[in-house]
C-alpha cells in the first residue's frame, strides 16, 4: 500500500472515530434544582425508578408514552433516550409524564 493512500485511510478512520465519540452519550438538560416543574431529555441509566442524566425520578403515577401510545415503566429500557416531565432537588425528583419517541 502506498504511503499516501496508507495516511488517508488512517486520517479517515481516526475521523470516523472522533464524530462517533462525539455522538455517544449526549443529552440534553433542562432541570430544576429547586423542586420546581421542568422537562428533562436524556438517556435512562437505570430502573429501581428511573435514572435520567444521574437524577432519581419517582414514576408512581407518571404519565408514560411510547411512540405516542401509553405505556408502563416496562416498556421503558436502559440506554432510551426520554423526556421527562418533573421536579428534581438534587439527586432525586418525581415524574410526572416520560415519553419516548
Do not use: K
Amino acid at each position: 500500500m502506498n504511503t499516501s493512500r496508507y495516511f488517508s485511510m488512517t486520517a479517515l478512520t481516526a475521523a470516523i472515530a472522533l464524530g462517533l465519540t462525539a455522538c455517544g452519550g449526549g443529552s440534553s438538560t433542562t432541570s430544576s434544582l429547586d423542586g420546581s416543574t421542568a422537562s428533562v431529555t436524556g438517556v435512562i441509566t437505570g430502573f429501581g425508578s428511573i435514572f435520567v442524566n444521574g437524577v432519581e425520578y419517582e414514576t408512581n403515577g407518571a404519565n408514560i408514552t411510547i411512540d405516542g401510545q401509553p405505556g408502563t415503566e416496562d416498556d421503558l429500557r436502559v440506554g432510551m433516550v426520554v423526556t421527562l416531565e418533573g421536579s428534581a432537588s438534587g439527586n432525586s425528583g418525581t415524574a410526572v409524564s416520560i415519553s419516548f419517541s
